[in-house]
């Protein structure tokens, strides 16, 4: 390893942390794992300082689980306060196929300052993306707004967002969790990218798959530095940790730079620093 690969070169950052959540985690397998996985607007905005992320952009938990049940439009009000009231946090409006009135409550929250876009959970809400996708991407078209959507189950395969992200090329998409597949295959997001036309898909690294050496690496080697986006889906997984793969990752500072702050810049229009 090089010098220039040292994490002590971008550790500094003040990253921007485009994937995480806010509230109750309601899987109801396992009422421990349910708690790890829950945490206020405090909790997440205190990791997130501690591991040097200036910006956290969350969903609320309460908006996608129980899977079939999630309240989208309470969940949406909850993150709407919760940002308001925590500096750090930024938030994605929940949209769903299912909720007719989600269509109107995320217009309205689209205008919103600390509103970055919309989130999309096929596996959450029970619905397959090649079908419902052109309701989703229309509305998100009309807005100019960015997407942001788990990938990699049997709802949410990467490949089947690529023909809407070519329809609808004012749409930029953000795949969620990097090396996520349901088949054990951790290169559909990076195959959708590269078999996207308009240049609008991204990645993000909010997969606990990226504990795999070499995937991260992998991914910037074929798509390149500038389509992937740091994510931590903080409280699901430990923020810190997520932050602590990329500062040490076996790549170049400044495609580490890229990834943890510059991309979201571009993508989001934040002001560096
Ligand atoms: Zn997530």
New binding site residues.
Partial sequence: MTDAMAMTQTASIRAIDV???VGWYRRGVNAHMDRFCSATAKVISDRARRARIRWTMV?PLRALLPRGHGDVLAGNEEARKAVASTRNLLMWAVLSPHNPASFSQVAELLTLRKCVGIKI?PEEHLYAIRREGKALFEFAARHRAVILT?SGEKNSMPAEFVKWADRFPEVRLIL??LGCGWDGDPTHQVRAVQRSKRGNVFVDT?SAMNVTPGLIEWAVGEIGAEKVLFGT?SP?YFAPMQRARIDFAELRDSQKRRILVENACALFGLKKG
């Fill in positions: 994937h995480a959540h969903s959970h788990h969620g969790h909010s889906d699901c």
